[in-house]
């Protein structure tokens, strides 16, 4: 397996998921010589990440800045970088747009799940909650597959 130094979470527009998967695994793995970032597909221009998020990720006590979302760019993608996207839509998209077809996965790909992550956004605040516990268990096993105990 490669040594990833950078994980960059995406989804379609890094408001909802990506930004959630960026804190949640920062707080996780708490090393600062791993950049972990998140990303978004169609951003056509910043918007403040979804305020249900970071209710949801202060209430679990999980470190978060509030910000705007950022376009995935190809400057951020290298042989050291796992793209971890929320799924296989994102993946296919980043795939053909970039021309990659190495280290990305799906997040349930990539800890060899099945299905797909549940997408809260337009929910409530249930919805984020289940979001939030089945991510937190899907970031847990990514630390551990990537041995960044």
Known sequence: MPDYKRVIF?????????PM?????KSI????????????????????????VVELLTLHGVPC??????????????????????????KIKIAEDFSISENIFTINEYIEQEGE??????????????????LKDYLYLIRKKLNWE
């Open 117 to 134: 992550l549940l997408d809260p956004y337009g929910g409530e605040e249930d919805d984020y909650e289940k979001c939030y516990t089945e």
């Open 65 to 90: 800045e509030e910000n705007t979302s950022k376009p995935l760019d190809s400057s951020e993608i290298d042989e050291e970088t796992l793209i971890i996207t929320m799924n296989s839509i994102e």
């Open 21 to 25: 998967a960026e804190w949640m695994f």
């Open 29 to 52: 793995v708490m090393d600062v010589e791993k950049e972990i970032i998140s990303r978004g597909l169609v951003v056509l221009f910043p918007e403040p990440i979804n305020p249900k």
């Open 10 to 18: 995406v989804c379609k527009e890094n408001l909802t998921q990506s």
